[in-house]
C-alpha cells in the first residue's frame, strides 16, 4: 500500500510525517511525501526526528510533479493550502485531510517537538484503523520494534501476565495492574496492533490472549522474563460480573 503526505514545502510537516510513517508502518506500507511549493528540508524538523530515534536517511523535499507517475493507495494533506491545491488531482485516491499548524512559523521553541508528537499519534491511530479494517493483525518481526514495544512498563506487565494463561479478561489486568480500565485498554489494543495479542468479545468483555503467530524468539523472551521477574505478575481477582 502507498501513502502520500503532502503539503506546501515539504520542508517540514509531510517530511517529517513520511519518515515517522516509514518507521511505524514497516515494510506493509510505501511512503513518500512531497509539496506544492517546496523548498529545504528545515534542519530543526530533522532535529527533532533523530531524537525521537527516527531515521531521517534518504528525506528531501520533493515536488508533486515528481511523483506524478505514481499511483496512491492514500493521499493525506496536512495543511489547507495542499488540500485545496491538490484534492482534485487525486480524485481516484483516498484523500485525507489532516490541518497541522506550520512549525517554521511558530514563535514556539517547541513547536517541532509538538507537531513531530501529534503527527506520530495520528499516524498511529490510521494505521490501527486500517490495520483494523484489513483484520489481518500486524506482527513486529524486527527486534527493534519488539522491544520497543516491550519497553514500556504497562505494555510488559500486561504481555508477561497474558504468558502464564490461556487468555485473560480485560478486567482481571485492571485487578492485577491497579490502572484505570479505559488506560489498560489502551495498553492492550496497542500490543494488539502490534500482533503481539489476539482478542475476542464475549457479552460486554474482552479477553486477550498471546498470538500463536508469535516467533519462537519472542515467546521465549516473554516466557523467561515472565520466570526470571515474579514482580511483574501479580494475583487476578476475577471480576467479570
Known sequence: ???LFLCS???ARSLMAEAIFRQLAGSDFEVMSAGTEPTQPQAEALDVLQAMGVSTTGLKSKAIDELE????????????RARVECQADF???NFVAWDFPDPVESRDSEAFKKTAHELSERIRMFLFILRK???????????????????DPLRLQLIVQTAGTDEICVCDFVSATGMS?????????????????????????VYYRLNPALPDWMREVIT????????????????CV
Open 1 to 3: 500500500m502507498k501513502v
Open 224 to 239: 523467561t522474563t515472565r520466570s526470571h521477574n515474579p514482580q511483574l505478575v501479580k494475583d487476578q481477582q476475577n471480576e
Open 91 to 93: 480524485t481516484e485516491q
Open 69 to 80: 507517475d505514481t499511483e496512491f493507495d492514500y493521499v493525506i494533506s496536512l495543511c489547507d
Open 133 to 151: 479494517q484489513s483484520d489481518t493483525p500486524h506482527l513486529y518481526n524486527s527486534p527493534q520494534d519488539f522491544f520497543k514495544v516491550m519497553a
Open 181 to 205: 480500565q479505559p488506560k489498560v485498554s489502551r495498553h492492550l489494543a496497542q500490543l494488539r496492533e502490534y500482533g503481539l495479542l489476539l482478542d475476542r468479545k464475549e457479552g460486554r468483555w
Open 9 to 11: 514545502a515539504n520542508s
